[in-house]
């Protein structure tokens, strides 16, 4: 696979640009603040939908533009793939749009997987130095990469996350009076609104067990998918970190989970549960969470909170008395096409 051709419209610095692409290395040079790393974001942007430096797109349209319009040419297997993508940014032109060979997607996500593109940049020193949010990203950018089919997983789950996030805040005083019946008496209300407030409360608590059914359906499909990846990636870390080690090392990544202790435990070790059990895991880890997430208001449990371990690649030289010193060293690490499936993992030291 290969991107023949790459044009902007309105994007970033750009007016508009053609880029020709043959295989093998392309090397943009110009001067700082000249427009390259723009490109690279646009074609990074054709793969994957998003920007790996910003999280919203209004900063890809060039100031004073509504939209911004990215194409993409691309090869593989010997045929020709046109993508078109609408950044839309004014209210006039409403949602972004995408069109493959010319034909609209019915939503952009249809794209994903027609141009597989690998990022490796400054700003992934954020996978080991920035909020546990860049690594879930970094995770679910590689899952849709591979299978353009846990895009729709991912945004299934974000949607069921920001209803429940929504009824707790919204239920939030029958639910916190609920619980705090359970734990004393209510004998300074009368009867009646005795009644009703239980009544309210438990049509709250159902809703939240809905969405909670809803939450362990879709977290353990999405839970599932990010611990086969890391499960997949484990060897090459550790071959890569062979190859440009001098000593001798156990370098691996894990996963840590906002699951029950055992079972976080047990998959930071590498264990990869069946789908099943996570389903029936994640339930019991809301339920355990219930109080503290209706005081608080937010979801607590599930794939949104985990991490990858910290520190999330740890390189643990076997300790000799030369060697030793305290803490794990830390690396980043990132991925390099080498051939139209293959991929080698590119690490530095940070
Ligand atoms: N939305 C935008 N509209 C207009 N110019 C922009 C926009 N976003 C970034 N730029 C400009 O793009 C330039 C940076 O481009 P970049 O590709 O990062 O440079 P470099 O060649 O150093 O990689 C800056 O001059 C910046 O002002
Ligand atoms: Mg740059």
New binding site residues.
């Given amino acids: 696979m290969h991107l023949r051709h790459l044009s902007v419209t309105d994007f970033?610095?750009y007016p508009s640009a053609e880029l020709p692409l043959a295989p093998g290395v392309t090397t943009?040079v110009?001067?700082?603040?000249?427009?390259?790393?723009?490109?690279?974001?646009a074609a990074g942007y054709l793969a994957t939908l998003g920007s790996h430096r910003v999280a919203a797109d209004a900063?890809?349209?060039?100031?004073?533009a509504q939209q911004a319009i990215v194409r993409g040419v691309v090869i593989r297997d010997g045929h020709e793939t046109l993508i078109e993508l609408e950044i839309n940014t004014g209210r006039a032109s409403g949602r972004n749009r995408a069109r493959l060979n010319h034909s609209p997607a019915s939503r952009p996500r249809e794209v994903l997987g027609t141009l597989r593109t690998v990022l490796f940049a400054p700003e992934d020193l954020g996978l080991v130095k920035g909020d546990p949010s860049e690594r879930r990203r970094f995770l679910d950018e590689l899952l849709v990469a591979r299978q353009p089919r846990w895009a729709g997983v991912r945004s299934e789950y974000d949607k069921v996350l920001r209803q429940r996030n929504a009824l707790l805040k919204s239920a939030a005083p029958v639910l916190r009076r609920g619980v705090r019946h359970t734990h004393r008496s209510s004998t300074s209300l009368s009867t009646g609104a005795v009644d009703k407030d239980v009544d309210a409360t438990d049509s709250a608590l159902h809703t939240l067990d809905v969405w909670n059914s809803y939450l362990a359906k879709v977290g353990a499909q999405l839970l599932y998918a990010r611990l086969r990846l890391m499960h997949d990636l484990a060897p090459y870390l550790t071959a890569a970190y062979d190859e440009v080690s001098a000593t001798q090392s156990d370098a691996r990544i894990a996963y840590k989970s906002s699951l029950r202790e055992e079972t976080s435990a047990a998959i930071a070790a590498g264990a990869v549960p069946e789908m099943q059990e996570l389903h029936d895991e994640l339930l019991a880890s809301l339920d355990a969470v219930r109080v503290n997430e209706i005081e608080r208001g937010i979801s607590l449990v599930g794939p949104h909170r985990d991490d990858g371990c910290s520190p999330w690649v740890s390189c643990r030289p076997r300790v000799t008395r030369a060697t030793a010193r305290p803490g794990p060293l830390r690396w980043a690490c990132g991925w390099r096409h080498t051939s139209s499936c293959g991929t080698i993992l590119v690490m530095t030291r940070c």
């Fill in positions: 970033r610095s943009l110009g001067l700082n603040g000249q427009g390259k790393t723009n490109l690279v974001e900063p890809l349209v060039r100031a004073g």
